[in-house]
Structure formats: structure tokens, C-alpha cells
């Protein structure tokens, strides 16, 4: 949608960012409990949730001394499971309002191209984008729609912080008055919406930047010297990996930064002095892989998706395969089963699993990542097997010269001690 944005057609395209002030706190509850009636919620539910979302009360400090308890008029508790749900809920009716007038031609479409179904809008709690002709008469009505909106659900549109994106093909008189009806601040890409960056053009590693060093900091907030290699490698799996996992799934990221976030990967492992990294004692190549291939179970950015397998399931000789494949019939009803999973249930990890590209076995890894073994332990093992410990042969094999013998046999360290 936002790629199109400049694409020539009458009236120019616009793309209006709304930001709710206080959206939580602005609810009120009256229209929140006709919302719920009109979509034929049962009265048990109805009186419940009405229980849940008036029951909280507040007290105030002045000057160290407690005040008398008062109850809330209107919102919805930050924190609370059902929040977003009851208010997902709620704007259902700002949803069906903009659908109703684009559908009914009152509001001309932004630019689609033939035969996709209409996007009007996103939206998320309290995060809305709205994609509309720019013509004055449709704005104004757009305009119509977000206050018929604020009046029934008490809820306050943030002029100061929502903004509109006009197509550069829309003159300057035409922005102006664009400007003025809506009251918002025109806006400049890129711009993040929910946590992925937005840009009419092509995607460069500076817009990417924040990632990076999103994961710097939180890298520089943990001391090196208090963790075992055991504990990084923990943090590293369900921790620093999982950051860049959403970015990299909604936008193709440039190779550089997914480097620069593997290059911070690994330097946590293996640790640093004073701003030096240590020796890496292992390849990248073969750290990202699963601990049944010798690998430590860490995700390679690069690799996380076998392409040629992807391709492969949706090809054409699958389909022409799963068509032709004959299903025999049974009673009862049919269920979606996840063949790689042993109990049929589908997860990321599986899929993974499933669709990346696997190496040779190693026979020993159950032994080194035993459950009953610490962390510290199974990563010492482990490098062991590999070679990788700091002994005196393989620090040579660095290029650096040092004085040591073992103490038991009074010969140079080798991986064998």
C-alpha cells in the first residue's frame, strides 16, 4: 500500500496516521456495554464484564497522607489480559463506519491494484493507519467519520501527534487545504508502525540502524565477567535471537545489518575485553547450526529458511500432487494435523526445523546437551570435542607464542589433556 502511494490517479492518494490520546483511559463504559449487547453477547457475559471493568477503585497521596478511595467514571486498565480484547472490540464500530462508506463509494479507495479486496485501513488497539483518495470532499467525510467516532466512544484523536502522508503528485494548494481539515501535521518517511519501518522507497541498512543498536545496548546492560559461557549461550537463545525476529519476518532486511547483527551474536558468546573481542573458537557457519549437527542451536539470519524447500512445497508438481493424492474417508470430524510434530500441533520452531538447511548428525549430542547437565558444562564439552578449547596447540595455531606445559605430564597442551 505505501509503495503506491505516489502512483498517479485523480485526487492523489493519502495515508493518515491517527494517534488515540489516552486511548485506554478515554473508554467509556456505557458504549463499551452497547457494543457488546448489539454483537448479542450473552447477559451473563454483558453483567460480567460490566463487573470487571467497573470494580477498580483509586486513592491519591498529598503531601504523605493518604486520601479517601474514589471510583473511576470511564477506562480500561492498562496491564489487564481482557483490555485489548474489550477495546479491539470496541473499535470494531470505527471499522465498520470507514468500511461502510468506502464500500458505499462516499469515500474513494486508495489505489488498488484490479482485483484485490478493498484495505481501507490497519488497525491494532490503538494504532490505526487509514488509506483514502485525497479528494477534499472524501477527506471531509473521513473527517466526519473519526468525530462521529470520538462523540459515541469518548475517545480523543491526538491532532498534534497524528499525521498525513499526501502523494507528491498532490499540489500544494490541494496539501494545504488537506492540512486544515484535518488539523494533523504533514509526515515524512520512513515512519514505524508497529515496530516495522515504513518507505515508499528502497530499504537501506540506515533506516535498519535502530535495530542494531537496540541489541547493542541490550548486550552492554550484561556483564561478561558474571556469566558463564553457559549462561550467554541461554541469553543468546531466548533472548538476543528473538529480537530481530519480527522485523525480519514482515520486511527483507539488507544483508549488512543482518551481519552486523550476527557479528554481535557472536561476540557475546565468545566475550570481549575491553571493547576487543576474544578469539572466536569455532566458525559461524558451523555455530549456527542445531546441537544434533554440532551446532549450538543458534538461528544464522541468514539461513533461517531453506528457499529451495519453500519453493518446492509450493510448487506446481506439489499441488499437482496433493490433488491427484487419494484421501480415504472416516467418521468423524476432519482436524489440521502438523506431520513433523509428534503430537500433530503446529509451532515456528518445528516449521524451522522442518524447512531449514540441515548438516550431518552428530552421535554425541544428547550427551553434551543433557538437561541434567549445567550450561557451562555441556558448552566446556563441547568445545572440547570440537577442538576449541584455549590449549596451548590451538592458541598457537592463532599466531600467538606462549609458556605453558601441562602440569602433569610436563608437555605442551594439547586437546587430549
Sequence with gaps: MVHTLHKKI????????????????????????????????SNIFYNLIGECIKSPWFYVTMNGTFKDFFQSAQGLQQGDPLSPYLFIIMEEVLTRLLRNFFEN?????????????????????????????????????????????????????????????????????????????????????HVIY?????????????????????????????????LSQGGRLILLQHVLSSLPLHIILVINVPKVILDQINFILVNFLWGEVDGKRKLHWRAWSKIFKSTNEGGLGLRDLHKAWNVDLLNELVGEAITKEIV?????????????????SLDGRFTTAIAWDATREKGDQLPWHKWFWNK????????????????SLATYERVQNKGISLASVCDCCVLKEKGEH
Excluded at 22 to 28: E, I, S, T
Aim: hydrophobic share 40%.
Design 10 to 41: 485523480l485526487g492523489g492518494n493519502v495515508m493518515l496516521k491517527i494517534d488515540m490520546a489516552k486511548a485506554y483511559d478515554q473508554v467509556d463504559w456505557s458504549f463499551l456495554l452497547e457494543v457488546l449487547k448489539s454483537f448479542d453477547f
Design 105 to 189: 463509494g462516499r469515500i474513494d479507495r486508495f489505489t488498488h491494484p484490479v482485483g484485490v479486496p478493498l484495505v481501507c485501513h490497519l488497525l491494532y488497539t490503538d494504532d490505526l493507519l487509514i488509506f483514502s483518495n485525497g479528494g477534499q470532499k472524501y477527506i471531509k467525510r473521513l473527517v466526519e467519520i473519526l468525530t462521529t467516532y470520538e462523540r459515541w466512544s469518548s475517545q480523543k484523536i491526538s491532532r498534534e501527534k497524528s499525521v498525513i502522508f499526501p502523494s507528491k503528485l498532490i499540489n500544494l494548494t490541494q496539501k494545504r487545504e488537506l492540512l486544515r481539515v484535518t488539523c494533523f501535521k504533514e509526515g515524512h518517511f
Design 372 to 387: 541434567s547437565l549445567p550450561k557451562k558444562v555441556s558448552m566446556c564439552n563441547w568445545r572440547a570435542w570440537f577442538q
Design 194 to 226: 508497529l515496530g516495522a519501518p515504513l518507505v515508499t522507497g528502497r530499504l537501506t541498512s540506515r533506516i535498519i540502524d535502530p535495530l542494531v543498536e537496540k541489541i547493542r545496548k541490550k548486550v552492554a546492560g550484561w556483564k561478561f565477567q558474571l
Design 324 to 340: 491427484q493424492t487419494k484421501i480415504p474417508r472416516h467418521n468423524g470430524l476432519d482436524i489440521y494435523v502438523w506431520k513433523p
